[in-house]
């Protein structure tokens, strides 16, 4: 074993969950009350591990430039030699972003769900299960392990929407999964290309990402005789893209996504769209980008006349919605164009603001589902016309939603503003000017679909119908929307408490577009 | 006027907030504890502007009148934007508006907004607006200008939809926030092409800007930056590296956000409708500061406009547009707060175009004056509404004797609208029409536009006044005057609507060395100067002004003319002022049609190719091949040897095949 003497800290970050889950299996079923206190027991300690971890790093990274990781905090263990599959774990910016991201989705998640009865264990231990993927594929560094995360993060949420979901919940969340998977599949057929690629130079097989780094360097994905003529990057490249883009949701691949916003519980839709919609673009900057650098300089100019759709289209057709949960949903497929256009810039702000902006979408949108899912086990009801006048009733939620709503729009004062507007400006920087334009109209679509759901769900006289609706009243209740408010306003206020630890991560990444040749 | 006053500034800047933020947490049921803490929020803010700007004036020669203190809010790459406050006469001037006007308003809040079930909700709002305003006021670049721009349109969503039972407050609100969002689109876009065409000029990037933070060392050039622009702009060397056509969209896209916030022509059409909110909500917001912001934005980087006479010509013509139009419809408005919101859209219309006409003291003056005598009227104006309990001016009428403060102010705030010889209202309107009037920069036809629009303001207010004031009360009630909490800021507006154009009389001060607009940007010469008062200009405007008053008067006060009969005579124009020219119409068309279209023709692409189409369509493929496939296993075992036999055939021809190829 290398690196971290003992168990990292970044292998707790997997392993707590883990091990939280495996503990719930021991729980019995008729305990609801031990499951809901075991589990937030475990993701409270997550959160604290992400903070400690966000703190390092901002003390760290201006010192571990060079690496672009935090030293110290690595670690790698072999597990099958002649396959090269090792327990490699490292943290850079971007990482630690992801973590902190997730840490906060869950544990409010835990906190939302604490009102399911039918099946609280079962339900927990797919939810914690989902959560251990997620932290294990921000964490790794072994393409092998990334992609077994990947998965594991991809298939619980199967059960969590086919069994507590709401509308339409079989075609969903069949949809969901076999959609997601086909798209790791492709892009597994990618990863192995390069694997194997990497082997004719290397000598051996390895999954280690860094290892496989230095084939690149040493010219494995190079175009040449050697690979029989063709650019290989250029071919391989769309599988990791469009493989990983699936989850992005990169259009026209994002159609499982606003049916599963829908049917999910709420729970499951904060870390589907908060979390699970991330893995995607992350899985492109981590592994894809790095890996085929000309590859992506050559796809990424597609991938932005592609997030155009996103935005635009993603936010016109939830202007037609009616459900509040589609609107959210397709405003989420909206937001990530976003994400998606900061990538394609090229640029390290832009890259920047995209990383960013994961997280301040992630738990922006998180906020939004907890929310909704909170009238929603009151009402039963979600669809803009029965709605309406609620703030009357539930001010609490009303006032919590306003803010989600502003956040949203891109209002100053939260993390989305700071984020976008890093995007708007790295598109421009890297020469997409029409579609930084384009990027800046999406306010206004942005606008139009969010005050009609605020206005229509909340706002207007008190209807007598939604008159018995109980607001969220004691502190316990109140925590998971305070806290996550409390995050976008942090970041909002003091942006460069993230920005300054993403930096280091997108300027290596900028660096490796702008001069694809060398490494 | 160092940066050790500093700290100042950044009290001004940021006590609203924390009274935003104690009166919305801590304090929604201590409804007096959130008032009190939201006044002296600006209460606050109102001595540090008042000694900061004492300070800067009695500035000695050769010492600043002003300094900026700045850090670094994001950084990535090579982009930085920063944060902070920028203290100069303009932005003092402007502070000093924000905060006199809002303390007496928020005062007056406290006796309007009584009893209200959202009160605390209310001040927090309040508080949150006065830090977007003074955010603007203050800021040093144009990224935390458009920053705060965002935020004040937030607070003015949330205080025009502040009685959210009510849908039609609510749809002002939404409208109010769509159209500025409108008009940010612009803003934003106009920001993003500066930025880049003049941050990648190597002239700006090698231009050497002493650091305020540390004497004698050297900053980075920032793009964003007003003072790093301002400076690249005047240097007749660097300026012309820079295209003209994309500096001049660059300015004209930079006014878009003006239009919008201002209200100009054809974004004006939320501020009538933001009269749902509470009067004194309409009186800080929509008159006096927030509709400000766009002149006192463009004021403050009209050197991006000064060198191109296009772009200028653009914003002047908005600007006479929007006054002659607003002052049009006014004249049929029968709602008192609509006729003061057409009215502001007027006032607001003059001061642009005293900006596109180069008479950038001019927009300034007026914006200041106009602050304190239309705030003046609005607090009547709900005075009024208080008291009546209508908004409609046709149930109004006998007011003088029962409401004395109420009517006395009222006549004040009116008078200095119509522009009264000596009230403040007359020098700064003299100033625009001086500027109109100019041989170089001037305009003939905005010229007349101005005087005609002066003529009609006569006569809306003398009609407005008579129908609220004068003559028989003709509603049901029994009004009377509202308590000491209203009518002391009514008369603590009246004294500058009075005399704060004193301040600026050219002959008295040979040139306003109290209220001179310096657009003094760090060190940089004040480009736009005073106009020399002019006897024979001002004697013109109070003609046509006399003459729309006096018929005003006679129509409405006195009966010596038949308003009705006119009204009957001239109908097809009353409908179409009455209804606003049918722009409300045309927009919400644009919405309705042309919105929903694109989004149900995209909802449609959506369900039916995307999902039902193509994914579908991939299932149902695979369950079809699924089906047929399963054919194969018909359980008889003639089919099965049959196809055991054929595959081995199959197989060993390509084996023998194969080894062939292979072979020597």
């Known amino acids: ?519 | 006027m160092s940066p050790d006053l500093a700290p100042l500034a950044w009290t001004t800047l940021f006590a609203p907030l924390a009274a935003a933020a104690l009166a919305g947490l801590l304090l929604r049921r201590r409804r007096a504890l959130a008032a009190g803490v939201s006044v002296l929020g600006m209460v606050v803010g109102l001595v540090c502007t008042l000694f900061l700007l004492w300070r800067s004036l009695t500035a000695k020669e050769g010492e600043p009148t002003g300094f900026e203190a700045h850090f670094t809010w994001v950084a990535a790459g090579s982009f930085e934007a920063r944060f902070g406050v920028l203290v100069d006469r303009l932005s003092l001037l402007m502070a000093l508006v924000v905060t006199g006007v809002g303390t007496p308003i928020f005062v007056y809040s406290i006796g309007y907004m009584h009893g209200d079930e959202g009160y605390g909700r209310y001040f927090a709002c309040l508080s949150l607006f006065a830090f977007s305003m003074l955010g603007i006021v203050f800021s040093t670049n144009l990224l935390q200008t458009f920053v705060f721009w965002e935020l004040v349109g937030l607070s003015s969503y949330l205080l025009i939809g502040f009685w959210f039972g009510r849908d039609s407050a609510v749809e002002a609100g939404k409208k109010a926030f769509m159209v500025n969002r409108v008009g940010d689109f612009g803003f934003l876009c106009g920001i993003l092409l500066l930025y880049y065409a003049v941050s990648t000029l190597p002239g700006f990037r090698d231009m050497k800007i002493p650091d305020p933070a540390s004497p004698g060392g050297l900053d980075v050039p920032n793009a964003l930056d007003f003072g790093h622009l301002a400076r690249f702009y005047r240097d007749p060397a660097l300026l012309p590296l820079l295209g003209g056509g994309t500096a001049a969209l660059a300015a004209v896209l930079l006014f878009c956000g003006a239009i919008g916030k201002s209200a100009q022509f054809p974004l004006h059409v939320w501020l009538p409708d933001a009269m749902e909110g509470p009067t004194p909500v309409s009186a800080l917001m929509h008159a006096a500061t927030m509709v400000a912001a766009g002149v006192y934005m463009t004021c403050r980087v009209f050197f991006l406009f000064e060198p191109f006479p296009g772009a200028l010509q653009v914003v002047a013509w908005i600007g006479g547009i929007t006054a002659f139009l607003a002052a049009t419809i006014a004249l049929v408005q029968t709602d008192i707060k609509k006729v003061l919101a057409y009215s502001t859209l007027s006032q607001l219309g003059y001061m642009v175009m005293a900006i596109g006409l180069a008479g950038a003291t001019a927009g300034m003056f007026h914006l200041t004056t106009h602050a304190f005598f239309k705030a003046l009227l609005f607090l009547g104006a709900g005075s009024v509404i208080h008291a009546c309990r209508t908004q409609e001016i046709t149930e109004m009428g006998g007011l003088r004797k029962p409401m004395p403060s109420t009517f006395w102010t009222w006549w004040i705030g009116t008078a200095a609208l119509i522009a009264v010889p000596g009230t403040s209202g007359f020098f700064s309107k003299d100033e625009i029409l001086a500027a109109a009037a100019d041989p170089v920069h001037g305009s003939g036809p905005l010229l007349a536009l101005g005087l005609v629009t002066a003529g009609l303001t006569a006569y809306y207010m003398m009609r407005c006044t008579a129908l609220t004031f004068h003559g028989e009360h003709r509603g049901h009630g029994h009004p009377h005057e509202s308590p000491a909490v209203m009518t002391l800021p009514l008369w603590f507006l009246a004294v500058p609507a009075l005399f704060v154009g004193w301040l600026g009389f050219p002959l008295l001060f040979h040139g306003h060395p109290w209220f001179q607009a310096e657009f003094n940007v760090r060190g940089v010469e004040a480009q736009a100067g005073p106009h020399e008062f002019h006897l024979p200009l001002a004697l013109l405007g109070t003609g046509f002004a006399a003459a729309g008053g006096v018929i005003g008067w006679l129509a409405f006060g006195t009966r010596r003319i038949d308003a009705a009969a006119w009204k009957e005579r001239l109908l097809p124009l009353h409908t179409l002022l009455a209804r606003k020219y049918f722009l409300d119409e045309f927009y919400l068309w644009l919405v309705r049609v042309v919105q929903q279209g694109v989004a149900e023709v995209s909802n449609f692409v959506e369900q039916n190719v995307l999902i039902r189409g193509v994914i579908d369509g991939l299932s149902a493929l695979v369950k079809a091949s699924g089906r047929s496939l399963r054919e194969l296993q018909t359980g008889s075992i003639h089919t099965y040897v049959r196809f055991a036999l054929a595959g081995t055939v199959v197989v060993l021809a390509w084996v023998l095949l194969a080894s062939a190829r292979g072979g020597p």
Not at chain 1, 51 to 60: G, I
Not at chain 1, 76 to 84: A, P, Q, R, S, Y
Not at chain 1, 502 to 517: F, M, N, Q, T, V
């Open chain 1, 1 to 519: 074993m290398q690196g971290h003497p003992g168990i990292s800290p970044l292998t707790w970050i997997v392993l707590v969950p883990a091990l939280t889950a495996f503990g719930i299996l021991f729980i019995p079923g008729a305990r609801k009350s031990w499951v809901r206190r075991w589990a937030l027991a475990g993701m409270s300690v997550n959160l604290g591990l992400a903070v400690w971890l966000l703190a390092t790093a901002s003390a760290d990274l201006p010192r571990a430039e060079a690496q672009k990781v935090l030293p110290g905090l690595g670690q790698k263990m072999v597990w099958v030699e002649e396959l090269g599959i090792s327990w490699n774990v490292a943290a850079d910016g971007m990482s630690v972003a992801m973590v902190f991201l997730t840490s906060v989705v869950i544990f409010a998640g835990v906190l939302v769900s604490w009102s399911i009865e039918d099946r609280a264990k079962e339900f927990y231990l797919s939810l914690i299960a989902l959560v251990t993927g997620v932290f294990g594929v921000f964490v790794t560094r072994d393409l092998f392990w990334f992609y077994f995360f990947y998965e594991l993060a991809v298939i619980p949420m199967y059960l969590l929407i086919g069994v507590w979901g709401s509308t339409n919940r079989e075609y969903a969340t069949m949809k969901l999964t076999l959609y997601l998977t086909t798209g790791a599949v492709a892009a597994l057929a990618g990863l192995l290309m390069v694997y194997f690629r990497a082997h004719a130079v290397l000598g051996r097989y390895t999954f280690d990402l860094d290892e496989i780094l230095r084939a690149r360097d040493a010219g494995a994905f190079a175009a040449g005789p050697a690979a029989g003529g063709t650019a290989f990057q250029v071919w391989v490249f769309p599988f990791l893209l469009f493989g990983f883009g699936a989850i992005a949701p990169l259009w026209p691949l994002h159609t499982w996504s606003p049916m599963g916003h829908a049917a999910a519980p709420s729970a499951a839709s904060m870390l589907h769209a908060g979390v699970l919609m991330k893995l995607g673009s992350y899985a492109i900057l981590r592994i894809a980008v790095p890996a085929l650098p000309e590859g992506a300089a050559w796809w990424l100019p597609v991938v932005a006349v592609l997030c155009m759709f996103n935005i635009v289209y993603g936010g016109l057709v939830a202007v037609a919605q009616k459900d509040m949960k589609f609107i959210v949903g397709y405003s989420s497929s909206s937001h990530m164009g976003y994400v998606l256009l900061g990538i394609a810039s090229m640029t390290s702000l832009g890259i920047n603001g995209a990383i960013f902006l994961m997280f301040a979408h992630g738990v922006m949108t998180a906020l939004a589902f907890a929310l909704i899912g909170f009238f929603y086990d009151q009402t039963h009801v979600r669809t803009l016309p029965d709605l309406g006048g609620m703030a009357h009733q539930i001010p609490f939620v009303g006032t919590a939603f306003v803010f989600m709503t502003m956040a949203s729009a891109g209002v100053p004062g939260f993390a989305n503003f700071v984020s976008e507007v890093m995007v708007m400006f790295g598109a421009w920087e890297g020469g997409l000017r029409w579609q930084a334009v384009v990027a800046v109209f999406g306010i206004v679509i942005t606008g139009v679909y969010l005050l009609r759901a605020v206005r229509g769900a909340f706002f207007g006289p008190r209807n007598p119908r939604w008159d018995g609706l109980r607001d969220a009243a004691t502190p316990f209740q109140r925590l998971p929307f305070l806290f996550l408010v409390a995050v976008l306003l942090l970041f909002g206020f003091c942006p460069f408490l993230l920005i300054d630890v993403i930096a280091p991560s997108a300027d290596a990444l900028a660096g490796l577009l702008a001069h694809p040749g060398r490494g």
